[in-house]
């Protein structure tokens, strides 16, 4: 069982925007602005995607976007393309002596 | 610029021991944390653990703690994820990354994938 919890899945057709959501705790995403995204294309290499909650790194669509409320960090996704389609996993720094958690990943799929 | 390279496919049985690399370059190896994450087929990314470049300060995921070894050279710029004795289970794509510019993982190797099997 991952340290963050993602849903298994989220769908949306073209054009749609959907939301990614990941819940940690106090110790994690609720103490830290440290939450970052990274997508996931099978047999690609990961793609940080979202750092430190809210920012995209240089040459990431703008497309793509992260908040957080609370304990819960969130990925939206607007103007969905079938690019888009991959695996989309969660990453905190925490308070504890790991010094990392994930989630444990949610597949998006385009319809 | 900053690459992580990392070394080929293995094809081992169960029993063996193996030790796989991830090369920095392009930065001061010593200043940064490298992690290592498993995917296994067919499956989600799991973390491993993570090594800090100067000193080696190793944090372990509890899910891999004591099944595997983590090091780093500071010479050889590389760190190294290492198994005593492999098991079927341990067949997986296995990546390095590396926290460069911030809390965040901004750099990938290429992934080594490992096979295990009689």
């Known amino acids: 069982q991952s340290a963050l919890t993602q849903p298994a899945s989220v769908s949306g057709s073209l054009g749609q925007s959907i939301t990614v959501s990941c819940t940690g705790t106090?110790?994690?995403?609720?103490?830290?602005?440290?939450v970052s995204w990274y997508q996931h294309h099978p047999g690609k290499v990961p793609k940080l995607m979202i750092y430190d909650v809210s920012s995209r790194p240089s040459g990431v669509s703008n497309r793509f976007s992260g908040s957080k409320s609370g304990n819960t960090a969130s990925l939206t996704i607007s103007g969905l393309q079938a690019e888009d389609e991959a695996d989309y996993y969660c990453?905190?720094?925490?308070?504890?002596?790991?010094?990392?958690?994930f989630g444990g990943g949610t597949k998006v799929t385009v319809l | 610029e900053v690459q992580l390279v990392q070394s080929g496919a293995e094809v081992k049985k169960p029993g063996e021991s193996l030790k796989i690399s991830c090369k920095g370059a392009?930065?001061?190896?010593?200043?940064?944390?490298i992690a290592w994450v498993r995917q296994m087929p067919g499956k989600g990314l799991e973390w491993m653990g993570i090594i800090y470049g100067r000193d080696s300060d190793t944090r372990y995921s509890p899910s891999f703690e004591g099944h595997v070894t983590i090091s780093a050279d500071k010479s050889t710029t590389s760190a190294y994820l290492q198994w005593s004795s492999l098991k079927a289970s341990d067949t997986a794509m296995y990546y390095c990354a590396l926290r460069y510019g911030g809390v965040y993982f901004d750099y990938w190797g290429q992934g080594t994938l490992v096979t295990v099997s009689s």
């Open positions: 392009g930065y001061s190896f010593s200043n940064y944390w």
């Open positions: 106090s110790g994690d995403v609720g103490a830290y602005n440290y």
């Open positions: 990453i905190s720094y925490t308070s504890s002596r790991t010094s990392v958690v």
